[in-house]
């Protein structure tokens, strides 16, 4: 998936989606950059995030709002979480 080829993106969350205090999800990569995660469809995410994880939706028009707004550097494609990062039933 390329960003720039789809029309919305699927953003991982810490809290739910209605929640006022929800926030994206960053990841710091091997190079130290702070990284906005997307996924091209909820199965993808799922896939790599897991069952629990929860999510939204995000028009990829409105990611440059989102990466200055969240102080990412960038976005990364179908980032795969490890299983000791993944979300658990009742942890959100």
Request: with cysteine.
């Amino acid at each position: 998936m390329t960003v720039g080829e789809r029309d919305t993106v699927v953003v991982p969350l810490r809290g739910l989606p209605h929640d006022d205090e929800a926030v994206c999800e960053l990841r710091r990569l091997v190079d130290d950059r702070l990284a906005l995660p997307v996924y091209a469809s909820v199965e993808e995410l799922v896939a790599r995030c897991g069952g629990a994880q929860p999510w939204m939706a995000v028009p990829t028009g409105r990611l440059p709002a989102l990466l200055a707004a969240t102080g990412a550097d960038g976005v990364v494609e179908g980032l795969e979480l490890p299983a000791e990062l993944r979300h658990r039933g009742g942890d959100r």
